[in-house]
């Protein structure tokens, strides 16, 4: 583990990446002690309502008069939480399934990577808005919506993994000493796909972080006066060209987040498949 | 050839049906019932019991699926539930604006991303590559609804060059409609004030769309060239004394595009989901406002509607793909 380890903490962008990754991990844990004015996830102070950045708000105030460093630092909990629960229950979906998907050769693997071609044929953010849409809009819905148009990722990778591992000598091995195919599945095949595995989660944290801000936006994820990023951006429209600063702050940290995830994720790809250097 | 199209075409099939069921069993199996959502919330039981029986929910699911494969095979997509008109004709006529948008940015895109590609490997691990790569990483962490507001704040808003949302300005007439692309009608109705007007509008939109997926279209090109430089046969023809410009923008490219293609493809369907939001935003008369309206509204079928046709036009996509990667690497067509 330390060579691979020590070859990482030499890939640059990637320990940016991580850094960044451990900066929001932080400011989403911390929120509340970080906050220059914790109240403002929902207080209102019509007083000070739209005032443009200055040394005692730094980001400058939103349409309630709530100061926007405060609601971006303590948005970014929820930035992390739902992406975390969605990748977590789209890999409990997705992993299983290809496992059972790569090791069976009959109509059960057929029928299982036909659903999720055909899930995957759908652009994930039309069907997570549908989905969305019909399961009555809140946040619930709109992470159930997310997990359930991501786990096809997985199921592909892993199906793919397993089906590259049930053909080597190690697995025919284990068959010939009588390990039965539960066995060999779950104790020895599992952990050898566990890398692409967590490649494709660190990218997917990134990812879902986007398509959740745009759920947000749309309102369909979650409620005022959450302090959602996604949600002040949307908030911030009315309040244009005037307030630049109320729609301006909201999407850096997005930006930032994801980028974060992008940059950690590129070089954890780089390490389990040196071949694809920064294809994606 | 043809044989090559026809067995992917098949291939599609499988895919295709399963895209039916999905959209099919979206509405069926969420648990709230979807007569009483469609009725709205003071209908009494009687008429969502009516609207039950009329849309069928009364009836056992395979014989609903059947039903519902007839009115997909007919083009009847069902009514909005609000504007009240067939959604296969407010889709028809949406269409090519969403399409117009998706290729020009597509164009923007590939012809931006290719070329800097090239340039980014053949500068390898130059200031010039690693000023592209922080492009790219950006490109593809930023928020297209933040960017597009973004591009509104500075260039409308507070430098006035461009307009801020529609397609025309209100003061311009239309061209006469014949295929429903503004910039195709006004050229077709000789109407170049329309055009130049047109083009204004599309800027801001298509640059927001483009710029993902320009970034992901840089990554693969450079990719691609830099594993080709590798080959013996560069190595060969630079030997044989050919120009470099040629060596590199047709033999080197060529054989490095395959991956960009692929890529392409996908982008495609990031780009009509890109473009929900952006439209939206943009006020751009398409797919994309159609479907946030039907969200608001919570129109149901509207939504399934728009799902279906995106995931055909994505399979019509990947088809393409396969079919131009073909054209490219004549190898490919014989593979199973």
């Known amino acids: ?280 | 050839m043809l044989r090559f199209v026809l067995r992917r075409c098949g291939l599609a099939l499988p895919s295709l049906f399963g895209l039916l069921v999905i959209t099919f069993l979206m509405i069926r199996l969420v648990p709230s019932d979807p007569a009483a959502a469609m009725a709205g919330d003071d209908a009494t039981p009687q008429q969502i019991a009516l609207l039950r029986h009329q849309y069928g929910f009364d009836r056992p699911i395979w014989e609903q699926f059947g039903v519902y494969l007839g009115k997909i095979a007919r083009f009847d997509l069902g009514e909005s539930a609000f504007s009240h008109r067939p959604i296969a004709l407010d889709i028809a006529q949406r269409l090519p604006a969403t399409l117009e948008l998706i290729v020009v940015s597509l164009l923007l895109s590939v012809g931006i991303g290719v070329p800097l590609g090239v340039f980014a490997a053949l500068r390898y691990n130059q200031g010039a590559d690693y000023l592209l790569r922080i492009v790219s990483v950006l490109g593809v962490a930023v928020a297209a609804f933040w960017l597009a507001i973004m591009l509104q704040l500075l260039f409308s808003m507070q430098l006035g060059w461009l307009p801020l949302r529609g397609e025309l300005a209100e003061a311009t007439a239309p061209p006469a409609r014949v295929t429903g692309s503004i910039l195709l009608d006004s050229v077709i109705d000789g109407r170049w004030d329309a055009l130049v007007d047109a083009l204004r509008h599309l800027v801001l939109p298509a640059v927001t769309l483009a710029f993902g997926s320009l970034a992901s279209i840089v990554r693969f090109t450079r990719a691609g060239v830099l594993e080709t430089l590798q080959n013996d046969f560069v190595f060969y023809e630079r030997a044989m004394g050919y120009r470099r410009s040629r060596l590199i923008w047709l033999y080197v490219l060529r054989n490095s595009v395959t991956a960009t293609v692929t890529q392409i493809g996908l982008l495609f369907g990031s780009l009509i989901a890109g473009g929900v939001v952006v439209e939206a935003i943009f006020d751009w008369p398409g797919i994309g406002s159609y479907t946030v309206q039907a969200i608001l509204t919570g129109d149901r079928q509207v939504m399934l509607a728009v799902t279906l046709l995106i995931g055909a036009i994505y399979a019509a996509v990947n088809i393409v793909t396969d079919v131009v990667h073909g054209l490219i690497d004549p190898r490919l067509l014989d593979r199973p």
Not at chain 1, 11 to 34: H, S
Request: glycine content about 10%; overall charge positive; hydrophobic content about 50%.
């Open chain 1, 1 to 280: 583990m330390t060579p691979i380890l020590r070859k990482l903490s030499r890939d640059l962008p990637a320990m940016f990446g991580l850094a960044i990754v451990l900066i929001v991990l932080l400011v989403a844990i911390l929120g509340p002690l970080l906050a220059p004015y914790p109240g403002d996830a929902a207080a209102s102070h019509l007083l000070r309502r739209l005032k443009p950045p200055s040394e005692g708000f730094p980001f400058g105030t939103d349409n309630l008069g709530r100061d926007i460093l405060s609601r971006v630092i303590l948005g970014a909990r929820g930035a992390l939480e739902v992406p975390l629960v969605v990748v977590g229950i789209a890999m409990t979906i997705g992993v299983p399934l290809g496992l059972v998907a790569g090791y069976r050769r009959d109509w059960v693997s057929e029928s299982i990577m036909r659903f999720t071609d055909a899930v995957l044929a759908i652009p994930q953010l039309v069907l997570a808005l549908a989905l969305a849409q019909l399961l009555t809009p809140s946040l619930q819905s709109a992470m159930l919506a997310l997990s359930l148009t991501y786990w096809p990722f997985f199921t592909r990778i892993v199906y793919a993994e397993t089906r590259r591992l049930t053909g080597s000598v190690f697995v025919d091995a284990l068959r010939g000493i009588g390990a039965g195919g539960t066995r060999i599945v779950f104790l020895h095949i599992l952990p050898n796909t566990i890398s692409p595995v967590i490649v494709r989660a660190t990218i997917g944290l990134g990812f879902t972080i986007l398509v959740a801000a745009v759920l947000g936006f749309l309102g369909m994820g979650a409620t005022p006066p959450a302090p959602d990023w996604g949600l002040a951006i949307a908030e911030s429209r009315s309040y244009l060209p005037t307030c630049w600063w109320f729609a301006t702050f909201p999407g850096l940290a997005i930006l930032l987040t994801v980028m974060g995830f992008n940059l950690l994720g590129d070089g954890l790809r780089d390490l389990v498949d040196p071949r694809l250097r920064r294809s994606r």
